[in-house]
């Protein structure tokens, strides 16, 4: 699929009603992993928690034609932009479109004045660890200077995911 197939904005409060169900079927991918057998893969974004992200301007949703097939929630701290969540609904995956939305991020944040974008996510899934080192994040090793990033991590292990998997990452903007 080229560029020109898709879109992608900046989220708008009505946005936030679809953006749970496209959260939950990208889990999907996940369902079959032995590591996540303690995960309550019910646990998502709720819409009201979607929609005070979109009110800090920095959240973004990609679509096909009228269809909203992926989104973006990020939520400034300081000087850094953290990425809460992006997803692709499975069928449109492997396109650009979640390349998309993260470089769109990162000229936003770039735009906006913040110094890095950040996120946590597993560090050996094609997907995931992988999928952002192409984007430019590297590997958070001194979580010791990154309180917030180690914090997010530990309230992960604590809601099931296996903390020998997970990672915290960073962009730096220039």
């Known amino acids: ?12 409060q009505t946005d936030a009603d679809a953006m749970p169900d496209i959260e939950i079927a ?5 369902a079959d992993d032995p590591d996540l057998a303690n995960f309550d893969f019910s646990d998502h974004w709720q819409a009201d928690e979607l929609r005070g992200l979109i009110r ?9 034609g009228d269809q909203m097939v992926g989104f973006l929630a990020a939520q400034p701290f300081r000087r850094e932009l953290h990425i809460w969540e992006m997803d692709v609904l499975p069928a449109h995956q492997g396109k ?7 470089r769109a991020c990162q ?27 192409k984007l ?8 010791d200077a990154h309180p ?21 990452m960073i962009h730096f903007l220039d």
Not at 2 to 12: G, K, V
Not at 26 to 30: D, E, G, L, N, T
Not at 96 to 102: C, E, F, K, M, Q
């Open 56 to 64: 800090k301007g920095h959240c973004l949703v990609s679509f096909v």
């Open 148 to 168: 917030r990033l180690a914090g997010e991590l530990a309230n992960e292990a604590d809601d099931g995911l296996p903390a020998a998997r997970r990672c915290a």
């Open 107 to 133: 000229i936003d944040a770039r735009n906006s004045g913040f110094k890095a974008l950040t996120l946590t996510t597993f560090r050996d899934l094609a997907w995931n660890g992988p999928f952002y080192r």
């Open 136 to 143: 430019g994040f590297e590997e958070v090793t001194a979580l």
């Open 26 to 30: 990208a889990s999907a991918k996940f």
């Open 1 to 12: 699929m080229s560029r020109a197939n898709w879109s992608l904005r900046l989220a708008r």
């Open 96 to 102: 650009g479109i979640g390349a998309g939305l993260v």
